[in-house]
């Protein structure tokens, strides 16, 4: 798309082609806006804005979305290139420094850990806070942090390596909750509330021997408080019983009898080829009221802990005919002796599981378009912490050490959906595609959120959180076996006004991402 030529004033003019000829980053100093993205196709999903203008931003907010020239204290010149709202991603288990530097190289400006969450809250916040991130971020209280804690006594750390270090006790996973238990696990749910928590993570998937009541529970604490429950359904499985139908029937039930919203996170890996079912019976209960949203990532492998309960028991035949070869720990195949050894000794060692080969069949290929194009579900990565031989990658690390292991979605995951979903195969338009990552997960949010209204949206007023990338090489480049792969073509990313990606390239020392955080009376 050519930029509209527009002359606002000679003085101006003169002064803007003098900046211009100094390449893609202009200086005028003494500019009315902190920062102007000029000249890019501008993409607003909520106004349906698509077109050629500049973007003036102050203080971290959009002041001006305009036809004419800006002059700015910093120009980023964006001609040719497609300017949106940052990506917010709902669903991002890896939360330290590394993590999110190369989520910030796939557009995304705001990573929130929803699904597992955490506890204690403030102390996690704290912890981010001090260390300082490129990109916004943000927690849930973790429903089951406080089932640990409350059934092994086990004090939780703020930390995603609690969850791991769970992983050598199994009383918390199969066994119901008295009375008693329930109420302080309940209690404890609301203190991460209270700490100014997004939601209530329920990783219903990892204890499944929690009771009905417990989880009603947990949806009334819920609808009580005003925030959704974002839930990793209770079964992945496509035989019944137990199945991930019944587990979706689960989340209905729980949804119409508590009033509360539940989000059901990555219904692709969760629903497997059972998504036809699975999306009858979601259109149905949305379609009725009930207050269920989705989202999906565009890979056919999950990522979790060797010593997962869906590799238990009969779990080939509930995973549709999977085989230890099926899941990889660092890029190397499971052979049925390695995976029981593993899940022995090192049940909290991260691995990659294929529950879907879309790269060897079309009929799996489908099943995974439908879970990630299901009627206004969002994209959201579950983006893993990265590891260098099995130790978490932590603190002012870049780039990452050459070993450096995670799931390609950690790294690849909207770059990867512009690729392959709106450029190559042409499955959504551009505008669209650009919704699901952007406005939809903030929709998801502000109704508890009211930090989220501002975000998703490339209005007047909004956060200054904007990408700016070639529509025509931005692509992937992680993959299972050599995930340490930043993505390509975004030009810039960024956040609350400040440029965190410029001309491609990491701006190491830029930390303007911000908490996002509920307020509390
Ligand atoms: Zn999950």
């Known amino acids: 798309m050519r930029a509209a030529c527009i002359v606002i004033g000679g003085l101006l003019a003169a002064s803007l082609a003098r900046a211009q000829s100094s390449g893609s980053e202009r200086a005028a100093a003494g500019g ?66 590394p993590a999110a530097r190369m989520r910030a190289f796939d557009g995304v400006t705001t990573a929130l850990e929803l699904e597992a969450g955490t506890l204690p ?29 409350e059934k092994e006594g ?20 199969h066994t119901l909750a008295s009375p008693d238990e329930i109420a302080r696990i309940i ?92 999306a009858e019976l979601l259109r149905g209960a949305k379609g009725r009221g009930l207050r269920i949203t989705t989202e999906a990532y565009p890979y056919g492998a999950g990522s979790t802990v060797v010593g997962a309960e869906i590799f238990r028991g009969n779990w080939r035949e509930r995973l549709g005919g ?6 990889e720990l660092a890029g190397v195949a499971f052979t049925d002796s390695t995976l029981a050894e593993a899940q022995a000794k090192t049940p909290g060692a991260w691995i990659v599981s294929h529950f879907l080969r879309p790269d060897r069949s079309a009929a799996d290929q489908n099943y995974l378009d439908e879970s990630v194009l299901f009627p206004g579900g969002a994209i959201a990565s579950d983006a893993m912490p990265w590891t260098s031989k099995g130790q978490p990658i932590t603190g002012d690390v870049w780039p990452l050490p050459e070993d450096a292991f995670a799931h390609p979605r950690s790294a690849g995951t909207y770059t990867r959906f512009l690729r392959d979903y709106v450029r190559e195969r042409r499955k959504v338009t551009l505008p669209e595609g650009l919704r699901r990552m952007t406005l ?42 050599q995930p340490n792969q930043t993505s390509v073509g975004m030009r810039y990313v960024i956040v609350n006004g400040t440029a965190v990606i410029r001309d491609g390239k990491l701006v190491r020392d830029a930390l303007p991402g911000r908490a996002i955080r509920r307020a509390v009376r």
């Open 32 to 97: 009315a806006f902190d920062l102007v993205v000029a000249n890019g196709r501008v993409i607003d999903p909520e106004t349906g804005l698509d077109g050629v203008r500049s973007v003036g931003i102050r203080n971290g907010r959009i002041v001006t979305i305009s036809r004419a020239r800006l002059r700015g204290r910093t120009v980023l010149d964006a001609t040719g290139l497609v300017v949106a709202p940052g990506f917010i991603d709902l669903h991002a288990h890896g939360q330290d420094l």
């Open 121 to 149: 809250v403030s102390t996690a916040y704290d912890r981010v806070a001090r260390e300082g991130r490129p990109i916004n971020y943000g927690f849930s209280a973790s429903w089951l942090f406080a089932r640990i804690a």
């Open 440 to 481: 939809i997960p903030a929709q998801i949010l502000e109704a508890s959120v009211p930090q989220m209204k501002r975000k998703g949206r490339v209005q007047v007023g909004a956060d200054a959180d904007l990408v700016a990338f070639d529509l025509a090489t931005v692509s992937d480049r992680a993959t299972y076996t």
């Open 187 to 278: 209690a404890r749910i609301e203190r991460g509330l209270q700490e100014g928590a997004l939601g209530i993570g329920v990783l219903a998937g990892y204890a499944p021997g929690y009771g009905r009541k417990e989880a009603f529970a947990v949806a009334q604490l819920a609808a009580r408080v005003g925030v959704p429950a974002f839930t990793h359904v209770r079964y992945t499985n496509v035989i019944e019983p137990q199945s991930s139908f019944e587990a979706i029937e689960e989340v209905v039930s729980l949804a119409a009898g508590s009033g509360a919203h539940i989000h059901i996170h990555h219904l692709n890996s969760t629903s497997m080829r059972d998504i036809p079912r699975i």
């Open 322 to 327: 999977a085989t230890a070869g099926d899941i």
């Open 154 to 173: 086990m004090k939780p750390t703020g930390e995603l390596t609690f969850f791991q270090e769970a992983q050598r006790r199994k009383g918390w996973q």
